[in-house]
């Protein structure tokens, strides 16, 4: 059995009946970027033009993609009222005091 090496690792890829990668060639992706890049210029530069809503919706999107997800997560706190509320009956024709149940 042959040892594998760079060389017969070359010629086993010009071999290779898989194709070329799929990668979009550098010349889409720069004319992407630059897309990108001008829409984003023209957004900084007309800001002042934005309505609030528009505003809001905008900063919404870009958040999306800038700030990370954060998971739904129960305090100590939140358990505590939790069972309060399972112990009252400040809900007597609801099984169920809050809306996660």
């Keep these: ?5 760079s060389q017969t ?4 890829g010009r071999k290779s009946k ?7 060639e550098p010349n889409i992706e720069e004319k992407i ?3 990108y890049q001008d829409v984003l210029d023209d957004l900084l530069l007309n800001s002042k033009d934005l309505s609030p809503t528009e505003k809001i919706k905008l ?6 993609y800038i ?4 998971k ?4 100590e706190f939140t358990m505590e009222r939790i069972k309060e509320w399972e112990n009252s009956k ?8 809050h809306p996660t149940r």
Excluded: I, Q, V
């Design 59 to 64: 900063l919404s999107h870009l958040s999306s």
């Design 67 to 70: 700030l990370p997800k954060m």
């Design 72 to 75: 739904p997560t129960r305090d």
């Design 9 to 12: 690792a070359r010629e086993a």
């Design 1 to 5: 059995m042959s040892k594998f090496t």
């Design 90 to 97: 400040a809900f007597p024709n609801m099984d169920s005091p």
């Design 33 to 35: 970027k630059l897309l």
């Design 18 to 24: 898989r194709g070329p990668s799929k990668r979009l």
